[in-house]
Nanobody, 115 residues
Framework: QVQLVESGGGLVQPGGSLRLSCAAS????????MAWYRQAPGKQRELVAT???????NYADSVKERFTISRDNAKNTVALQMNSLKPEDTAIYYC?????????WGQGTQVTVSS
């Protein structure tokens, strides 16, 4: 069984920073690519960033140079450092792991960027 638990969301002013964390309960965490997605009200869920088991990263164009995904395989965690936040970054952020063709999701954490 796979469990993902996000934390770290909240309310921040434009230009501010937040750090999201996802704790994964899964065997052999280091072999799985991990990802962060987000879903804004009235919009489809979109991919924000991915990180391979070995640490290779990819980002959506909208967050490049502002967000950084990282992982700690010893602690079974993945993080998303978000800097220079914009109102359009407001969304529920979800941690994702794919195993055996199945997507596993956390419960999500709300990020609101507003003055």
């Amino acid at each position: 069984q796979v469990q993902l638990v996000e934390s770290g969301g909240g309310l921040v002013q434009p230009g501010g920073s937040l750090r999201l964390s996802c704790a994964a309960s899964v065997r052999a965490f280091s072999i799985y690519a991990m990802a962060w997605y987000r879903q804004a009200p009235g919009k489809q869920r979109e991919l924000v960033a991915t990180i391979s088991g070995g640490g290779r990263t990819n980002y959506a164009d909208s967050v490049k140079e502002r967000f950084t995904i990282s992982r700690d395989n010893a602690k079974n965690t993945v993080a998303l450092q978000m800097n220079s936040l914009k109102p359009e970054d407001t969304a529920i952020y979800y941690c994702n792991l794919k195993r055996g063709g199945t997507d596993y999701w956390g419960q999500g954490t709300q990020v609101t960027v507003s003055s």
